[in-house]
């Protein structure tokens, strides 16, 4: 009787761990190999955020640091719709904000502050900053991320508040602000996140998002109950790195991952029509 079949009637013996698949962050020793990476989870990260409704007009965007070139990020092009991105759209920008590859122009304003974080944090990969809804609800009341769920420790004593209204050009203050955490809560403004990787950048993203619209359902209910310390930190240290980030993530990046060419075809079309849309309701 082979290993693979067990007798009828018998209970089947547990498969080897070494035959379980379990995806772990990929590892490249070639920069270009590094680039395209980065390149094509950016593109599908701003993709999976058009469908979460991420999208404010030209606000919202992500960056990734480039794995070879000194002070140069990827990032997506002004004016143009998150649904309908794709890696060759993604333009290259110093940290002057100077587009150095790309045909498309840059929101020099808010790569601004993208570039003030990625230099006072060079060990993350990416930064996210895009508009969704709870976060900036979050941000309106000036508060922080309270623990009470076991997804918001991962945030405990992990993030911060900028306690007053920042544009644009204050940059720096923004990145001083961040200091070593994830995450940021820019009051007035919303969240911003950052991570070794753009998977890891993207679901503290969507982590803090969706932490920030249960905290406020739970505050509109009622008294929320915090989780105490030595909980909140425990649960912190063990869900609350750039790893578990990435695992995390991989769900909601499959959705996005097997665009096909005619899907990407009907996303185009798609934005095309809404942005024809939005111009006539404006008109």
Known sequence: MSEETAAPGTRPGPVPVDRLRFEMPPAHTDPAEERAHRKERLAGTLRLFARLGYEDGVAGHVTARDPELDDCYWVNPFGRAFAALRPDDLLLVDGDGH?????RRVNQLAFAVHAAVHRARPEAVAVVRVQAPYGRALAALGELLAPITHEACAFYEDHALLDEYAGAQDGARIGRALGPYKA??????GLLTVGGSVDAAA????????????????????????????????????????????????????????????????????AAEKAAADMASTS
């Open 184 to 189: 940021l809560v820019m009051r007035n403004h």
């Open 99 to 103: 587009v150095v590859q790309g045909e």
């Open 203 to 270: 679901w503290w993203f969507v982590a803090a998002e969706r932490a920030a619209q249960v905290q406020l359902i739970a505050r509109a209910a009622g008294k929320p109950v915090l989780i105490d310390h030595h909980s909140a930190v425990a649960t912190r240290e063990r869900f609350g790195g750039d790893l578990a980030a990435w695992v995390s993530y991989q769900p909601l990046w499959q959705t996005v991952a097997d665009m096909t060419a005619a899907d990407m075809t009907a996303a185009e079309k798609a």
